[in-house]
Nanobody
Framework: QVQLVESGGGLVQAGGSLRLSCAAS????????MGWFRQAPGKEREFVAA????????RYADSVKGRSTISRDYAKNTVDLQMNSLKPEDTAVYYC???????????????????WGQGTQVTVSS
């Protein structure tokens, strides 16, 4: 059972930056594909970014591409999401997720992920 704990959310002005972090409890962290998703009020959960178990492959949603970077630290068992040039439409609860069974073509599918964190709120003011 993998436990995921997100941190780093908060209130930021449009144009600002935030760095979200997800800490994983599992010692086999390096075998998991890690993803970030978000969910705004009244909307479905949507894909933000993902990184392969080796770290060699990353995927981004078009809405954040060029403004966000996903990375992972195997020594710390963490995966971070650096978000820049934030917009009010980035406001949502951000979730970290993990799976062992996913190909890069399906990184964006929430149902492919087996473990989820509790989420961290990101609010971007205009």
């Amino acid at each position: 059972q993998v436990q995921l704990v997100e941190s780093g959310g908060g209130l930021v002005q449009a144009g600002g930056s935030l760095r979200l972090s997800c800490a994983a409890s599992e010692r086999t962290f390096s075998t998991y594909v890690m993803g970030w998703f978000r969910q705004a009020p009244g909307k479905e959960r949507e894909f933000v970014a993902a990184i392969s178990s080796s770290g060699s492959t990353t995927r981004y949603a078009d809405s954040v591409k060029g403004r966000s970077t996903i990375s992972r630290d195997y020594a710390k068992n963490t995966v971070d999401l650096q978000m820049n040039s934030l917009k009010p439409e980035d406001t949502a609860v951000y979730y970290c997720a993990a799976t062992r069974s996913s190909t890069s073509a399906s990184y964006s599918i929430p149902a492919r992920y087996d473990y989820w964190g509790q989420g961290t709120q990101v609010t971007v003011s205009s």
